[in-house]
């Protein structure tokens, strides 16, 4: 869920994590499974192996229905049964392991493994092993955190970073679409681009025409999920509280609570079912709203 780490579950018998119960019960919900299918597939990981690190930072799921886990250390496999191991150090410098956070973005049968220091590796089902395609340091000549890929509209791919929004020209080039701002989420919503940054939330069409939503202008925002059920956009600011977005006339609301944890920086929100948020607090584990 996002950067969320939680504490490990000590004394387990094979190992397993409580990282991975919470990762793997909040990303089930989604998928409408309850809580005592969640528990009896978690139990069912053959930990022989072992999870590559206790870190989870992102899931994925494919079309055989396998759940694949980005970690602190690469990338593993779940099929149901057996638990694989997947290396990116072959491609990355022993420097770049100590703050790197590796997430999992699918697209229509396409699996990357992309790393914050941005790196971007892409599955290869021929050599069953992640591929380097493109490095964004490399191109900007300068360090940069990558924070979130996606596909856009068009079916072009974009990257939000630390310096900016840009979009993949090639291997070698990266056009800007709103350059020189930290932008820490991306979503696609009712045709709109939305922009998470630490100025505010952006929005766009097409890629012209950026504007800002007026009420969040100067506002750090952290996080975006949207419902298609509600049209409504949530976003989770750093320290100023979760607000909804309705997308049909875009209008602001504050959601209150009597809860201070919003308060703090809000790195992650998934729907639990049709009532229900969970949100991923920065230091503070899931909160269930």
């Given at each position: 869920m996002g950067d969320y780490m939680p504490t490990s579950l000590k004394g387990t018998k094979n190992g397993l994590f409580i990282t991975v119960v919470v990762m793997v019960f909040l990303f089930l919900a989604q998928k409408g499974y309850g809580s005592q299918h969640v528990i009896?597939?978690?139990?069912?990981?053959?930990?022989?192996?072992?999870?590559?690190?206790?870190?989870?930072?992102?899931?994925?799921?494919?079309?055989?229905?396998?759940?694949?886990?980005?970690?602190?250390?690469?990338?593993?496999?779940?099929?149901?049964?057996?638990?694989?191991?997947?290396?990116?150090?072959?491609?990355?410098?022993?420097?770049?392991?100590?703050?790197?956070?590796?997430?999992?973005?699918?697209?229509?049968?396409?699996?990357?493994?992309?790393?914050?220091?941005?790196?971007?590796?892409?599955?290869?089902?021929?050599?069953?092993?992640?591929?380097?395609?493109?490095?964004?340091?490399?191109?900007?000549?300068?360090?940069?955190?990558?924070?979130?890929?996606?596909?856009?509209?068009?079916?072009?791919?974009?990257y939000a970073t630390n310096n900016g929004l840009f979009k993949y020209v090639s291997d070698k080039d990266y056009r800007p679409i709103l350059p020189g701002s930290a932008v820490n989420d991306i979503i696609i919503a009712k045709g709109y681009l939305f922009a998470a940054t630490s100025s505010g939330l952006k929005f766009m069409r097409n890629d012209h025409a950026v504007k800002d939503v007026g009420l969040l202008k100067d506002t750090n925002i952290q996080s975006l999920y949207f419902d298609d059920a509600s049209d409504a956009l949530y976003i989770g600011a750093f320290n100023k509280g979760l607000y909804m977005l309705n997308l049909s006339d875009f209008s602001v609301a504050q959601i209150h609570t009597t809860n201070s944890l919003l308060q703090k920086p809000i790195r992650s929100i998934v729907k639990l079912s049709p009532e229900r948020l969970a949100i991923g607090i920065d230091g503070s584990g899931v909160l269930a709203l």
């Open positions: 009896s597939e978690v139990l069912r990981i053959d930990n022989s192996t072992g999870l590559s690190s206790q870190k989870v930072y992102s899931l994925a799921e494919d079309a055989s229905g396998a759940i694949w886990i980005s970690t602190k250390s690469g990338v593993d496999r779940y099929n149901g049964r057996i638990l694989k191991n997947y290396s990116l150090e072959s491609n990355s410098f022993y420097g770049d392991r100590a703050g790197r956070i590796i997430r999992l973005y699918h697209n229509e049968g396409d699996l990357y493994a992309y790393e914050s220091t941005g790196k971007i590796h892409k599955y290869s089902p021929v050599y069953d092993s992640f591929i380097l395609t493109s490095n964004l340091s490399d191109l900007s000549h300068g360090d940069v955190v990558l924070n979130k890929m996606l596909v856009n509209n068009d079916g072009s791919i974009l």
